[in-house]
């Protein structure tokens, strides 16, 4: 083999190591941290106290285990990646991740706040001088209990919570929720109706025994099964024991189905009040995150999404 043919394999070897090894690096950037969820997180506890003080925003300071335990792992999978809670953790919050295993600045803020390392994760909510809001989270790794966390903040901060977080928190809250069926002479106004209703959570229209009905699923610690039978009874719907010919209909939310609003990606609570507002000729927008908001400008006529699952839609309301 002659200096030049071996000079030649040389470079290309090389040239594809160097590839190989630029490719890596992208992708290791861009791979989201598992630990963290989908949330954009700053790393700075400076930069994050200097934004909180240039936007009136409150700090989520969440200490974690990077690479962390299945505990960990886990609230990033499922709690921080839920498409709502991250909407509203990046727009209401000014996020920041600690991480409790590792040395330098990181080491710094642990000691600062009296966190333990290597340790499951903790979440305080903190004001632009780096004062607790609220006492810290900790033990509690659902994403109920991190929506009621934010609540409560934004209430002890004096922001307000967005009416999308709000209805949020009662989703993800329910606890004791019951089912009801209701009978009445069209079950697209009378899901609008029941829809409504606070502590109602979720309906659809269907048929059982030949007649037309709305199955209503509520959390009955905020509203009771006789509370919301009378509230049916104002738009004449009947209160019937349920049937095992119970079938939903074609055409759930009706009258979101028929607007723009089914083009997005929705959790249960916000169809159903989505759904009651437009009935009802108002506002239905003030159900929807910023994200949201901003893709109800530029809707896609061809994609319908709002009837399946939250972060699949989610996903595909996102794509280009």
């Not at 002659?2 to 090894?21: A, E, N």
């Not at 659902?142 to 903040?153: I, R, V, Y």
């Not at 994200?291 to 709002?306: A, F, G």
Request: with cysteine.
């Amino acid at each position: 083999m002659s200096l030049l043919i071996f000079m030649k394999m040389l470079y290309t070897m090389r040239y594809f190591l160097f590839s190989v090894f630029v490719f890596c690096i992208t992708l290791s950037l861009s791979a989201q941290i598992q630990e963290l969820g989908t949330v954009r997180w700053m790393r700075s506890y400076d930069e994050a106290i200097a934004e909180a003080e240039k936007k009136n925003k409150p700090i989520l300071l969440l200490f974690q285990e990077v690479p962390g335990c299945a505990t960990c792992r886990n609230y990033g999978d499922k709690v921080l990646s839920h498409p709502l809670l991250v909407d509203a953790i990046e727009n209401e919050f000014v996020p920041l991740a600690i991480y409790n295993n590792v040395g330098g600045q990181d080491r710094k803020i642990l000691e600062k706040y009296g966190e333990p390392s290597w340790n499951n994760p903790v979440v305080r909510i903190i004001d632009s001088s780096g004062k607790n809001i609220m006492e810290r989270m900790s033990g509690d790794y659902t994403s109920a209990g991190l929506s009621s966390q934010l609540c409560l903040a934004l209430k002890a901060s004096g922001r307000g919570v967005p009416q999308y977080l709000d209805i949020l928190q009662q989703e993800l809250s329910s606890r004791e929720m019951e089912t009801a069926y209701y009978q009445m002479y069209c079950f697209w106004s009378g899901e609008a109706h029941l829809g409504a209703r606070e502590g109602v959570i979720a309906t659809e229209p269907g048929w059982m025994n030949g007649a037309e009905v709305v199955r209503v699923h509520f959390d009955k610690s905020q509203i009771k099964k006789k509370q919301l039978d009378k509230y049916a009874s104002q738009a004449k719907c009947k209160a019937v024991p349920e049937k095992k010919d119970y079938k939903i209909d074609k055409d759930p939310q009706y009258y979101l189905k028929k607007s723009k609003y089914s083009r997005l990606a929705l959790s249960e609570i916000q169809k159903t009040k989505i759904n009651a507002a437009l009935a009802a000729k108002q506002d239905a927008s003030v159900f929807l995150s910023p994200t949201q908001k901003v893709q109800l400008r530029s809707v896609r006529p061809d994609k319908m999404l709002y009837t399946l699952p939250l972060e699949q839609a989610w996903a595909k309301m996102l794509e280009e």
